[in-house]
C-alpha cells in the first residue's frame, strides 16, 4: 500500500473513531415517499422495501446495518421486461404494499400489481439484484400479500381480502385469508381460510397481514382503518396456525387516530416487525407528517422500538413503551452506529448510469435518454406528463418541507409545440412545469379537482428569452413555491408570482404517491428529433 493509500485510510479511519456516536434518531428513518414499508434481518444485516405504485424501477431496497441509516442498494423491479407499466396506468395503480422475507438463502419479495395483472413473486440471492421475472399467482384475490414460513418448512400466503362471500356486509369491510403456498413456484395449495376481518365488529379496510411465530405462539399484525385519518395497527393472536384469531384486549396496538390533526405525526399504521440479532423488537411503519396543515410528503417510513409482553391476550406487542406514539426523536437501537454515504446534492452526469434515486412515470419502453460527456440528454417525444403515459421525465423524491431545485437546461427550438425544463410532480393532474420553449420561459400549472374530469394545464406566467442555455429553479417554502431563471451562472429573476404548493399536499392531490422533482421534455403530441441537454440537477433541503 502506498503513502497516498495509507494517508487517505488513516484520515477515514480516525474520522470515524472521532465521530460521535448519537444516542438518539430521527424519524421519520426514510423521509419523502416510502410508505407501506416491509423489513427482514439476515444476520446483522437489515433490509427494506417499500411501495412504489406507478413509478419505475419499482420496490426500492435499502439496506442498513443499526436500523438507522439506510443505503439503497437497487430495486426489485429493475428491468422494463420484468412488468410492463402500461400507458393508461393510473395515479397510484401498479406496485402495492410489498412484503420482504428471506428463506434458507433467498430473498422473496411479494406484492401486488394494481390495475394490471394482480399478486406476484420475486426472488434473488442478493437483495441488491438482480431479481426474477415475477412468479404470478393465480387466485389471490384482493391486495397486500405476505409469506411466512412455519417450524416445519412450509409456507403460507396471508392476504387482504373477503373469500368467504361476506363482503359488503358494512361499509369498508374486508378481511384477511391464508392459504398454503410453494412459493418457488407461486402455487397455491389446499383450502382458502379467513382469518379476521378486522379487531372490531364494524372494523374497516383491514389489510397490510404480516404472521409471525413467537414463543411458540402465533401473532397476525394488521393495518386497519385505510391509510387516512383512522389508520391502527391491530395484532391477532392464536395458539394454532390456521386460528382462531383473537384480537388482542390491547387493539388499536398502534394508532394516531385520537389525536387529530394537532400531533405533527399522524395516519400511522402498516406496520412490520423485525427482531435484532440482541434480541430486541423493532417496527417498521408508515405516518404522515403534517406541515401547516397540510400533508406534502405523503406516507414516510418511521421507526419504533417494541417490548414483547405477555399478557391475557397472548403475545402483545407494546409500541414505544411509556409513549406509546411515534416519537420526531427518541433512543436509537442498541446497535453498531454505522453511518451511509448521503444522498448527493449535486447530480453532474458524470456516471454513465442513472443513480439509483432516479425514477420515471410508468416503464419506458426503449432508452429515450443518454449519458454522455457530462450531461443527461433526453428525447422530445410526444408524450407529456398531463397524460398516463411514460413521458421523457426523470425525477426524483422531495425529502423535505422546504427546499430548492435547479437544473441547468441546453435546448434549442424553432417548434411552437417542443419545450424542456422542470416538473414537481404529484400526479398528471397536479403539477408545476417550468419550461423553455422556442422564444420564452414559461411556467405551468395543472390542478384537477377532486382527481376527476377534464382539466388544462394553465399558463400562469412566461417572459421573452432567446438564449440556449438557461437555469431553472423552484424554491418552496410552507405552501407556497416560487420559480426563477438566470442565464448559466447569472442572477436568478422570478417568473410569476408565488404559487399554491398545496395543490400537490394529500388534502388537494390526495391518492397514495407522493412528490417528485426532475428534468422534462417533450414535443406535445408531434414527433420530433430534437433533444433537451442537462448539464446538472441539484436539490437542497433546509
Known amino acids: 500500500m502506498n503513502r497516498l493509500l495509507i494517508a487517505v485510510f488513516s484520515l477515514f479511519y480516525f474520522s470515524a473513531i472521532c465521530q460521535e456516536t448519537p444516542e438518539t434518531f430521527k424519524n421519520p428513518i426514510l423521509p419523502g415517499f416510502y410508505p407501506d414499508p416491509s423489513i427482514c434481518r439476515v444476520g446483522d444485516t437489515y433490509y427494506m422495501v417499500n411501495s412504489s405504485f406507478e413509478w419505475f424501477p419499482g420496490l426500492p431496497i435499502h439496506r442498513s446495518k443499526d436500523l438507522v441509516n439506510w443505503e439503497k442498494i437497487g430495486h426489485g423491479l429493475h428491468r422494463p421486461d420484468q412488468i410492463v407499466y402500461k400507458d393508461g396506468l393510473d395515479n397510484s395503480h401498479g406496485i402495492f404494499a410489498p412484503t420482504i422475507r428471506h428463506h434458507e438463502g433467498t430473498f422473496y419479495i411479494i406484492t401486488t400489481m394494481v390495475g394490471q395483472k394482480g399478486n406476484f413473486i420475486i426472488t434473488a440471492k442478493d437483495p441488491a439484484g438482480p431479481w426474477s421475472d415475477p412468479i404470478w399467482i393465480d387466485d389471490a384475490p384482493g391486495i397486500d400479500p405476505s409469506l411466512f414460513w412455519d417450524d416445519d418448512g412450509r409456507c403460507y400466503y396471508t392476504g387482504a381480502g373477503i373469500v368467504d362471500g361476506t363482503r359488503g356486509e358494512w361499509p369498508g369491510k374486508n378481511g384477511i385469508w391464508m392459504q398454503e403456498i410453494d412459493p418457488d413456484k407461486g402455487i397455491l395449495l389446499g383450502e382458502k381460510k379467513q382469518l379476521t376481518y378486522g379487531h372490531a365488529s364494524n372494523a374497516r379496510w383491514a389489510e397490510g397481514p404480516h404472521l409471525y411465530k413467537i414463543d411458540g405462539e402465533y401473532l397476525l399484525l394488521i393495518g386497519e382503518g385505510g391509510t387516512g385519518e383512522y389508520h391502527a395497527v391491530t395484532v391477532f393472536n392464536s395458539k394454532n396456525l390456521w386460528g382462531p384469531y383473537i384480537p388482542n384486549h390491547a387493539n388499536p396496538a398502534m394508532t394516531h387516530r385520537h389525536l387529530g390533526k394537532s400531533y405533527p405525526i399522524g395516519q400511522t399504521g402498516h406496520a412490520d416487525l423485525v427482531q ?3 434480541g430486541d423488537w423493532w417496527s417498521v411503519m408508515l405516518a404522515k407528517r403534517h406541515h401547516e396543515g397540510f400533508v406534502f410528503l405523503a406516507r414516510e417510513t418511521f421507526l419504533a422500538e417494541v417490548k414483547m409482553t405477555r399478557q391475557e391476550s397472548g403475545i402483545t406487542p407494546i409500541f414505544n413503551p411509556g409513549i406509546g406514539l411515534l416519537q420526531a426523536e427518541q433512543v436509537r437501537p442498541d446497535l453498531p452506529w454505522t453511518p451511509v454515504e448521503p444522498i448527493p446534492q449535486k447530480f453532474e452526469f458524470d456516471d454513465p448510469e442513472l443513480s439509483l434515486q432516479w425514477n420515471f412515470l410508468r416503464s419506458p419502453r426503449y432508452e429515450w435518454y443518454s449519458i454522455t460527456n457530462g450531461k443527461l440528454k433526453l428525447e422530445l417525444r410526444p408524450e407529456q406528463v398531463t397524460e398516463l403515459v411514460n413521458p421523457s421525465f426523470i425525477a426524483q423524491r422531495t425529502r423535505h418541507f422546504d427546499y430548492t431545485v435547479a437544473t441547468s437546461l441546453d435546448f434549442k427550438t424553432k417548434a411552437e409545440n417542443e419545450k424542456a425544463g422542470l416538473v414537481i410532480y ?30 388544462e394545464p394553465q399558463l400562469v406566467a412566461k417572459v421573452p428569452y432567446s438564449g440556449k442555455t438557461v437555469e431553472l429553479m423552484a424554491q418552496v ?10 442565464k448559466s451562472g447569472g442572477q436568478r429573476q422570478a417568473i410569476g408570482t408565488p404559487q399554491d404548493y398545496t395543490i400537490v399536499s394529500d388534502e388537494v392531490a390526495q391518492r397514495f404517491n407522493g412528490v417528485y422533482a426532475g428534468i422534462y421534455a417533450t414535443s406535445s403530441g408531434a414527433k420530433s428529433k430534437n433533444e433537451a441537454s442537462f448539464d446538472w440537477y441539484e436539490y437542497k433541503g433546509k
Do not use: A
Not at 427 to 455: A, D, M, S, W
Open 276 to 278: 435484532t440479532q440482541n
Open 426 to 455: 404529484r400526479r398528471h393532474g397536479n403539477n408545476y412545469q417550468l419550461v423553455k420553449t422556442k422564444n420564452e420561459i414559461q411556467l405551468f400549472k395543472c390542478l384537477q379537482k377532486g382527481n376527476k374530469g377534464p382539466f
Open 477 to 486: 417554502s410552507g405552501q407556497t413555491v416560487q420559480f426563477f431563471y438566470s
